[in-house]
């Protein structure tokens, strides 16, 4: 004998566009459970984001900005799954406060920021989004750019992401600099690269790639001091988050010739409107795709959903943050 499924009544609310964009399965799994499933398009934030809480159990998000007065709306909530990996938008305290679990979803999208690094990585380096301007406009010229073998890659952060930059780029013959104070330097070395200081890094680096959570510490690590210990020819690539470069700083030096340009996933506000990078054409900008392939949107997706259903159960999520 069934009765109502055991999570009737529950409402989540999705803040995110790309959850079960490319297949129905993560939602299906909520609705499976009796859970009304609310996702407005498009995604709902700040205040519009607010007035949906007032009647939610759940809450599914990308990467926008969950604060405070969010949680003081939202008396019923009991969980807030992240759909990905950093949780640096969402006011972790504030969750706490009020009782509200966090959850993500590590390992899931991992592999598909690599490839989007290593994606930027060629594309700075044989700029071919100018060169794909240039043929759209008519002009058949040659663009010329620098190879990747050979290449001194410094990486910072050697977690999922960062190892995974680190395993696509073998096939690439390159020296591979790594620094994170969080992981023995042997571990570093077995695995064919050599430890670095920042500093040192930075000095050393042909392209330095960015692989850390954004947090009080890694907030500015890249400041205008430490972007100027970087190689006039140098790249940076972004695909961890906006507020651990100084952009202004960056956006100067690419003008000044000081860098030769970056690739970014990332900004520090996004969209990032009236930001000056985007008018560099050695600057190769994304929006925010790193995570944004079918494979990772449906473990990304399986994840949240299951993180949630746990929760509203009364149990573990799969990954707790807070
Ligand atoms: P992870 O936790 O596996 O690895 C992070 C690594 O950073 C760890 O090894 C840690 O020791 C290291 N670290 C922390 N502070 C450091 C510091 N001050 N200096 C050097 N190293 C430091 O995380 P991950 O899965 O590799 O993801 C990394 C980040 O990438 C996430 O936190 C997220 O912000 C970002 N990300 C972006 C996208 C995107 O769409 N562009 C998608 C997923 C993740």
Redesign the pocket.
Known sequence: MSGAPSLAGKRVVVATRSFASTDPAPRLLLEREGIAVVQPVPPPRGDDLAALLDVADGLIVGAIPLTEAHFARAPRLRVVAMH???V?HIDLQAAAARGVVVTNA?GS??GA?ADLTIALMLACLRQVPVADRAVRDGAWQGVVGDELSGKTIGL???????QGVARRLTGFDVKLLV?????APEVIVARGAIPAALDELLVRSDIVSL?????T??SN?LSADKLALMRPSAYLIN???GGIVDEEALSRRIEAGMLRGAGL??FAVEPPLNNPLLALPSVVVTS????QTREAIARMGAIAATNVIRVLHGEDPLFRVA
Request: hydrophobic content about 35%.
């Open positions: 990905g990996v950093g640096d590590p999208n991992d920021v910072i952060g050697w977690g999922r992401i960062g620094h994170d104070p969080f992981v692989h850390v959570p954004l947090t510490e890694t690590l695909t961890a988050r996933d990332c925010h795709i790193g995570a």
